[in-house]
């Protein structure tokens, strides 16, 4: 653990707010225990009373000790932060001209003033404006929803997401720096030390319909869901290798996560506990020449993944086009930016990132690479960053602040939503019910005319959970502690949507 977490474990911005003795003479008398229960029922919210400040189920806020958001907040924010400063250090010292280092000190003075907000539990401030097109977007959010409101005290989500706007904001006021990414070694990093589960993929998937001639319709079809169901649990699990709770993990740690062996999958099938696979599985044997969309989550090893499933949807004639919905700004530590995408589609090509590597496995992954950078020149891979993902917002606000993304998503034939945050933000990252059904829980994404099919392929790392059986939740809180944030469980949950219907949009 790095100082800077050391320190920031005890700093004021991890504790609750004060105790505060209020005069409640001209407030109601304090309700009983039978009215407490009614008053718990007046969750969920109805829609007209749902904002970001007041989600449909209760928030977690970084004050509340119990929940991640407090761990988060109050430590692994700074921790990530500290490391940010650190490698623009590295940069710094690898610079020879004066300009450039004088504006890149600036950046890091910069840093450390959102470092003393961060820990000084500052109030959120309006993002300045650096000319960026959702400049606007956050400080309406702000001035509507949060204003006086700090670190710990508004929704975690919001102030999670604004931390990483603010940490933007410290390299778009500069004249050199504007597109630094702070994170962008440590993305590298992680696929290069993923070379045994990369090659195993590549091995076994720069031919996928080999011998595929002789078979029978229904005996292609059957292979094709088998194939299918296995990438999907590929692309679920290479969710796992999230650098922000990487931090101190060992390279045999990290292998182990992303072991992609048979036997493997049908084990790891257990910990999917909100289980929906075989009816996705069912819907996706009906595409033709379809599209599906990937809301991108993380760079590098789950990157890959994603890109070897999207691989096979062309393949096997599932899809004539997939696109991927990426980050235009360096997004919680990992999430893909044009800049890892290109890194990655030409790593594969002309990299030498592995050592030990033999010729059969390089050819094997330059082979995928060739053909990705081709779908792309045709059309069929499109890689797209809409503001609207880097935004403060949940998703059940996509069809109102972003219409034309609900517009554009709402052609598509399946949207996955992968990943920890995207399954928060579709949720409303609140306190719902365990087995709340998925489609009650992502709202208007399920219920808005237009919407399209959406599927959460999702490991577990965060409180909001919904979609499992009743029950299974309570007792794994009461055996295993924790394992709401292990990574070691998941959901694949999916929504049928009113795909077809004509979206609405009110004034
Ligand atoms: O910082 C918390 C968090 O947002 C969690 O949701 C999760 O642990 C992580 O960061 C991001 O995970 P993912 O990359 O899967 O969205
Ligand atoms: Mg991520």
């Not at 505060?20 to 007046?42: F, I, M, R, W, Y």
């Not at 001209?97 to 470092?115: A, K, Q, S, T, Y």
């Not at 917002?393 to 609900?406: C, G, I, M």
Request: net charge negative; proline share 5%.
């Amino acid at each position: 653990m790095t100082e800077t977490s050391q320190a920031s474990k005890g700093h004021p911005s991890a504790k609750a707010p004060q105790k505060t003795v209020l005069n409640l003479g001209n407030l109601p008398p304090k309700l009983k225990a039978s009215e407490l229960k009614q008053s718990a029922s007046q969750y969920p919210r109805t829609p007209s009373r749902v904002n970001p400040n007041q989600p449909p189920w209760p928030a977690y806020r970084g004050y509340h000790e119990y929940s991640f958001a407090h761990a988060t907040m109050g430590v692994r924010l700074p921790t990530i932060l500290g490391k940010a400063i650190d490698d623009v250090w590295k940069t710094l010292n690898q610079e020879y001209d004066e300009e450039r280092i004088v504006d890149l000190v600036n950046c890091i003075h910069r840093l450390e003033d959102l470092m003393g907000d961060l820990q000084g539990n500052s109030k959120l401030r309006p993002i300045i404006d650096d000319g960026a097109g959702d400049v606007a977007l956050w400080n309406k959010e702000i001035a509507k929803f949060f204003r006086g409101k700090d670190f710990m005290n508004a929704p975690w989500l919001f102030a999670e997401a604004y931390k990483y706007r603010r940490l933007r904001e410290c390299f778009s006021l500069s004249k050199f720096w504007v597109d630094y990414d702070v994170f962008f070694r440590q993305k590298c990093d992680t696929f290069s030390r993923s070379n045994q589960a990369v090659f195993e993929l590549s091995q076994r998937f720069a031919e996928p319909h080999k011998g595929n001639a002789h078979l029978s319709p229904e005996a292609k079809l059957e292979k094709d869901k088998l194939l299918f169901l296995e990438l999907t649990q590929v692309c679920l699990w290479g969710n796992s290798t999230d650098l922000s709770l990487l931090i101190d993990m060992t390279e045999e740690d990290i292998k182990k996560l992303q072991s992609t062996g048979g036997d493997h999958l049908a084990a790891t099938e257990k910990n999917i506990l909100g289980n929906k696979l075989h009816d996705l599985a069912d819907y996706v044997m009906t595409i033709k020449n379809g599209r599906i969309d990937f809301v991108l989550d993380n760079a590098g090893f789950e990157l890959y993944c994603d890109l070897v499933y999207a691989d096979w949807l062309i393949q096997s004639g599932t899809c004539s086009q997939v696109i991927f919905h990426g980050k235009k700004i360096p997004w919680f530590v990992s999430d893909v930016t044009k800049k890892d995408w290109d890194w990655i589609l030409n790593s594969c090509v002309y990299g030498q990132l592995f050592q030990d590597a033999t010729d059969d496995q390089v050819e094997s992954l330059r082979t995928l690479g060739h053909r990705w950078k081709q779908y792309e020149k045709e059309g069929k891979w499109k890689y797209e960053a809409h503001p609207f993902w880097c935004t403060g917002y949940t998703f059940w606000d996509l069809h109102s602040e972003a219409p034309d993304l609900f517009q554009h998503l709402s052609d598509s034939d399946l949207v996955i939503f992968k990943g920890d945050l995207n399954h928060r933000k579709l949720t409303y990252d609140c306190h719902a019910p365990l087995d709340t059904p998925f489609n009650q829980a992502i709202g208007p994404l399920a219920s808005e005319p237009g919407a399209p099919p959406v599927c959460s392929l999702r490991t577990i790392k965060s409180d909001v959970v919904v979609g499992i059986p009743a029950g299974v939740g309570e007792k794994l809180d009461e055996e295993e502690p924790g394992w709401k944030i292990s990574g070691k469980y998941a959901v694949v949950l999916l929504s049928e949507g009113r795909k077809g219907e004509t979206p609405v949009y009110n004034q």
